[in-house]
């Protein structure tokens, strides 16, 4: 009777429960139905707002065309004919460089193992491009210059490659930087010099110097004057590149997130103030006013900048004799102890990062001497560094723990410097700082001194240059940007000039002062406020 009841209940209920299921299927396919309904509206939806967006690039392409055509208008008729003249040699330098590829390719084709990778891109590649760079003169070995020197903005294989970029030029004749001189001067040149060497003592793409003797004072000198027709060669240049960079955008807007008009602003404001001498001679200026008022004149020196004589096209500048921190003999015999040389070259350029309006941002063995009378010689202020507050503050921690080899202190002080959207994690960034600063070590140096007789003085003038595998140094701090920009960072400028000075007084360090160690010797403040004591001590 209860097994009769218990199936007359489950028989009771066994519609209910059968018929359950096939409400469910309904409503389920109610909703596929609705939920296809509403991916329809969605899809339409997608493609109209797609479309509106297309709608509107093409709006903002149409609203910025009237300012595209007056620029480039207005940046032609700053051109001048100048333009045409650059171009047809720019052309030249194509067909040259261009055929020097086709010679290669065909080379290669017949090799096995077919056109080599670094090929592909034709004259784009990375050498081929060095190469046009080279050929295209002054203006374009600058950029490859500010290529190298910029790893944060450029590919790391052509920021490699562009560190063979040479600032090599054969000398203007003497005939011609003397009808500069006088165009300057608006005097007869006997009037304030009493001699003037024929022979330059240097040549570059941009400038080139001669020694000199002032008229009164018999003060010993060097002219450094900008080489003809260079001013005319970087504005048409630089103004070509505007355009393109310009043109660049306007077809693919997506590259103003890159910034690239601004990058290439940035460049033209650089390179023009370098040819500006003015601008040097109130570095320099500014420099000396430093090392007076830290009371550092006994210690360190910037040459005088004689006004009277200097203008926007030349430079005249008192001579100062020494030898460059790489001729460790030469060092010798003028102080005892070449590590305290170093020490004071240390404290005064970590001095001038905070002590001056701008710091010495080419401190490579051509610009940075020992004087005979011992004190540390700071030369050619064309480049540059201004250093911002916080970029300062982030350096120190960075510097501070790069010494204790503290690799989390050393990322987050990164983290604070870089510009980033994501959340880093700093332990794995640490993790990998650490295998890359462990290479260090493994950098090497090779050094050639060259002594050369001056033709005016029975005193020999020593030159000397540093060899440093400037591959290497640079692969150690492109391995940090690497790096870097895979957790999502973006560096300022300044940290590469500050990186690029540190690896040169690292080379000068395990020459002059193998045991020392730069960031941690007592005797060397890189921290501010010590550095201010310290200095006015």
């Known amino acids: 009777m209860a097994i009769t009841a218990f199936r007359g209940a489950v028989q009771s209920h066994v519609p209910f429960l059968l018929g359950r299921p ?84 065909s080379k290669s084709e017949n090799a096995s193992s077919g056109l080599p990778r670094e090929m592909r891109l034709g004259i784009l590649s990375p050498l081929y491009l060095r190469k046009l760079f080279e050929r295209l003169g002054a203006t374009y070995i600058k950029l490859g210059q500010f290529i190298a020197s910029a790893p944060t ?39 304030v010099y009493e001699y003037i060497d024929p022979v330059p003592i240097a040549s570059a793409s941009i400038a080139q110097v001669h020694g000199a003797r002032l008229k009164n004072s018999q003060q010993e000198v060097v002219i450094k004057v900008l080489k003809p027709g260079i001013e005319d060669i970087l504005v048409a240049d630089l103004n070509f590149v505007y355009i393109v960079a310009r043109l660049l955008e306007f077809l693919n807007p997506e590259l103003r997130r890159s910034s690239l008009v601004g990058i290439v602003k940035d460049i033209k404001e650089s390179m023009l103030e370098e040819v500006d001498f003015q601008k040097e001679a109130a570095n320099i200026e500014s420099f000396r006013r430093y090392l007076e ?43 005892p102890d070449p590590e305290t040389a170093l020490v004071t070259a240390l404290n005064v350029w970590f001095g001038s990062l905070i002590g001056c309006e701008s710091f010495h941002a080419d401190v490579h063995a051509g610009n940075l001497w020992l004087l005979r009378d011992g004190r ?73 001194v060259a002594t050369a007789r001056s033709p005016n003085a029975n005193a020999a003038a020593i030159s000397a240059n540093v060899i440093v595998d400037e591959r290497q140094m640079n692969a150690l701090f492109l391995d940090v940007v690497r790096v870097s920009e895979s957790y999502g960072l973006r560096f300022p ?35 501010s406020n010590t550095r201010i004591r310290r200095m006015q001590q």
């Open 22 to 105: 096939k409400i469910l299927v309904k409503s389920s396919s109610m909703r596929l139905r609705s939920c296809n309904r509403r991916l329809d509206r969605v899809s339409v939806f997608a493609r109209y707002s797609q479309a509106q967006n297309i709608s509107t690039r093409i709006q903002d392409s149409i609203d910025n065309l009237p300012k595209l055509v007056e620029d480039i208008v207005q940046t032609s008729i700053s051109t001048g004919p100048r333009g045409a003249f650059r171009v047809a040699q720019g052309i030249q330098a194509v067909l040259a460089v261009g055929s020097e590829w086709l010679t290669d390719v």
């Open 153 to 191: 903005l450029f590919p790391p294989e052509y920021v490699e490659e562009f560190q063979s970029c040479f600032d090599r030029a054969p000398p203007v004749p003497y005939k011609e930087i003397e009808t500069i001189l006088r165009e300057e001067l608006g005097r007869p040149l006997d009037s």
């Open 293 to 335: 008022d830290m009371g550092l004149s006994r210690q360190a020196k910037a040459p005088q900048i004689y006004r009277h004589c200097s203008t926007r096209r030349i430079l005249t500048m008192e001579r100062l004799y020494g030898v460059p921190l790489t001729d460790l003999d030469s060092i010798r015999a003028l102080v």
């Open 376 to 448: 540390i010689g700071f030369l050619d202020f064309g480049i540059v560094g201004r250093i911002s507050p916080k970029t300062w503050a982030a350096m120190e921690i960075f510097l501070a723990s790069f010494a204790n080899e503290d690799y989390e202190s050393m990322a987050s002080a990164l983290v604070e410097m870089g510009a980033t959207e994501k959340n880093v994690d700093t332990k794995a960034f640490a993790q990998d700082l650490e295998k890359i600063f462990s290479s260090i070590q493994g950098l090497d140096t090779e050094i050639v």
């Open 493 to 527: 400028r300044e940290f590469a000039l500050l990186m690029k000075q540190l690896l040169y007084f690292d080379r000068y360090t395990r020459l002059l002062a193998p045991n020392l160690n730069m960031l941690q010797d007592q005797r060397i403040s890189i921290s």
